[in-house]
T-cell receptor, first 112, second 114 residues
Framework: AQSVTQLDSQVPVFEEAPVELRCNYS??????LFWYVQYPNQGLQLLLK??????LVKGINGFEAEFNKSQTSFHLRKPSVHISDTAEYFC??????????FGTGTRLKVLA | DTEVTQTPKHLVMGMTNKKSLKCEQH?????MYWYKQKAKKPPELMFV???????INESVPSRFSPECPNSSLLNLHLHALQPEDSALYLC?????????????FGPGTRLTVT
């Protein structure tokens, strides 16, 4: 069965520092990978996605992620975070029609 | 327009009430979804409509009844809910239903069952 693991439930980081949010997946077939952000009291917004091609994917708000097939990882990075990046971040894989498998989420808290 | 709208934003209802949640998109998407999200958890898929037909029901209790009147609208009818049904209900849509299609989420309806 396919699964997504976000090992870090919370990540505190100071403003303007770099951050990496980790995502590992298990799958025996090709998958498509997504990172979504959820700000407090809001729905989910797509940050970026990997479908094929270049393993370095750039998204909105200065985020990027690297697909590593051998490590089955899709870690999200930002070189310099802002207070406004405080949110819940979900990694998801899409193994088939309609369905996402979400990770449990990582709460990023940016400290002043 | 890449927006999915949901009404109402907040809803408080008693266990004997009947209410409905509404969702609308004008992106021409052919798949629409209902998710339930509890605090500090990822969204859980409830229903999927594809081309206005119910494609997936994730064994949701019958007190939740989805309806897709047309390709732009999705409703979730609620009846005789339990306090444990209190959650954020998210609507989403996608161009199609393939695994490549990103889903666009609405802001959600915060439901409290008293």
């Amino acid at each position: 069965a396919q699964s997504v693991t976000q090992l870090d439930s919370q990540v505190p980081v100071f403003e303007e520092a770099p951050v990496e949010l980790r995502c590992n997946y298990s799958s025996s077939v090709s998958v498509y990978l997504f990172w979504y952000v959820q700000y407090p009291n809001q729905g989910l917004q797509l940050l970026l996605k990997y479908l094929s091609g270049s393993t370095l994917v750039k998204g909105i708000n200065g985020f990027e992620a690297e697909f590593n097939k051998s490590q089955t990882s899709f870690h999200l990075r930002k070189p310099s975070v802002h207070i406004s990046d405080t949110a819940e971040y979900f990694c998801a894989v899409s193994p088939g029609t309609y369905k996402y498998i979400f990770g449990t989420g990582t709460r990023l808290k940016v400290l002043a | 327009d890449t927006e999915v709208t949901q009404t109402p934003k907040h809803l408080v209802m008693g266990m004997t009430n009947k209410k409905s949640l509404k969702c609308e998109q004008h992106m021409g998407h052919r798949a629409m979804y209902w998710y339930k999200q509890k605090a500090k958890k990822p969204p859980e898929l409830m229903f999927v409509y594809s081309y206005e037909k119910l494609s997936i029901n994730e064994s949701v209790p019958s007190r939740f009844s989805p309806e897709c009147p047309n390709s732009s609208l999705l409703n979730l009818h609620l009846h005789a809910l339990q306090p444990e049904d209190s959650a954020l209900y998210l609507c989403a849509s996608s161009q199609g239903g393939t695994s490549r299609d990103e889903q666009y989420f609405g802001p959600g309806t915060r439901l409290t069952v008293t």
